[in-house]
């Protein structure tokens, strides 16, 4: 999401994860630790390995929808990383509780408190920042399988429609996929 609404130009290639001959022999010379994603920049003299550090870097080269950090106010920037850390150090363990057959209880009530804190139409307020890009990914699959936008939840709703009328988001939703957290 982050590279598509960044507008900078890009080429991706996708590697089995699993299965016959496993990641491909470039994959592991970028990548030791054999995690996805990762993204080279300036040839391949800067790889970056982890989600949080992908799109902290993205965010600093941005020409497109997705705003540049540094363009960003104090308080802006200060709500992206508030979401940020909600996504990684409460939704990720919350929601896998849920998917595994956990508390839905806790994730309703995480999903209210998140609402709350949506500024709209973006999380954030008018412009699309790297909070709505690591947090889409998220909440669409718990959309998907359990519904956003009952009591409490309304602005997580609208923001959700809002990101799936962003062409550089919609074209980021693939159908088939599987729980990841």
């Known amino acids: ?65 997705l705003a540049r950090t540094a363009d960003l106010s104090e308080e802006e920037r200060t709500q992206v990383s508030k979401w940020r850390e909600i996504m990684s150090k ?25 609402n709350d804190m949506v500024v709209g139409p973006y999380l954030c307020g008018q412009r699309m920042t790297l909070a709505d890009c690591a947090a889409f990914p998220f909440l669409w699959r718990i959309d998907q399988d359990y519904g956003i936008g009952g009591n409490g939840e309304e602005k997580l709703r609208d923001w959700l429609d809002v990101c799936l009328k962003t062409e550089t988001i919609k074209s980021t939703v693939v159908r088939s996929w599987w729980w990841w957290w």
Request: charged share 25%; glycine share 12%.
């Open 1 to 65: 999401i982050a590279l598509e609404s960044s507008g900078i130009a890009y080429d991706m290639r996708e590697v089995s994860l699993y299965g016959p001959g496993g990641k491909p022999d470039w994959f592991w010379k970028l990548n030791p630790r054999g995690t996805v994603p990762i993204v080279t920049m300036d040839g391949e003299n800067d790889v970056y390995a982890d989600s949080e550090l992908i799109l902290d870097a993205v965010g600093d080269i941005s020409e497109g929808i």
């Open 90 to 114: 409460q939704l990720a363990p919350v929601g896998k509780s849920a998917v595994l057959g956990g508390s839905m209880p806790k994730l309703r009530s995480l999903l209210k408190e998140m």
